[in-house]
């Protein structure tokens, strides 16, 4: 009676595995769908349910159906400053934040708009990396970069510089994570 009750389990199991095995479904999208570059370094999916997608060559937004392609424009204030995307996060309904090789940008999904909050006249033509984004309880947003990190108020939008007592004597910190626990503290990942 043991080995019938062990031989039904294990057929069980086995009918079981192989039913959920078959019913994952996955396709392919790329370039030849319209996506700016192969090389995806960010994922975010919106509330809405639009995904972001940061490349090396652009920002992408997918709806399902099409692409749209956000890339930097020099004769363009209002483009995205750089297209080299690290880490894509969800502000509100109508704007995300976007971290990239040269830069901090809030996009504004209503106006197809990007603000630079790290723009040259702020930080003295210094070009400024961003890596990672995390918010607090508070709404305040963290961006980790090479070489410092910073806090940007949620009502004012303006950055500031996060003094870090480091134990090493190398200015480069390269902050590559930011994630905050359920205590509201910061873990800080770095190179």
């Given at each position: ?107 504004n999904t209503s106006t197809q708009e990007f603000t630079n ?31 410092e990190l910073f806090k940007i108020e949620k ?37």
């Amino acid at each position: 009676m043991k080995r019938f009750f062990q031989l039904l389990l294990l057929i069980l199991v086995t009918v079981n595995g192989y039913t959920q095995q078959s019913s994952i479904k996955f396709g392919h999208i790329g370039q030849k769908e319209g996506l700016s570059q192969s090389d995806v370094l960010a994922i975010k999916q919106t509330s809405s349910g639009l995904l972001w997608f940061g490349t090396q060559d652009g920002l992408n937004s997918y709806n399902g159906f099409e692409f749209n392609v956000y890339s930097h424009n020099l004769l363009d204030s209002n483009s995205i400053s750089h297209n080299f995307i690290h880490v894509v996060l969800e502000e509100n309904d109508s704007a995300i934040w976007v971290g990239t090789e040269n830069g901090l940008n809030l996009f504004n999904t209503s106006t197809q708009e990007f603000t630079n909050l790290f723009d040259d006249k702020s930080f003295n033509k210094r070009k400024i990396n961003v890596w990672s984004l995390a918010k607090d309880s508070l709404g305040n947003l963290w961006a980790g970069t090479d070489k410092e990190l910073f806090k940007i108020e949620k009502n004012t939008f303006s950055p500031q510089k996060v003094n870090l007592s480091l134990s090493t004597q190398n200015n480069r910190v390269n902050i590559r994570k930011l994630l905050f626990t359920k205590e509201n503290q910061l873990l800080i990942g770095t190179e």
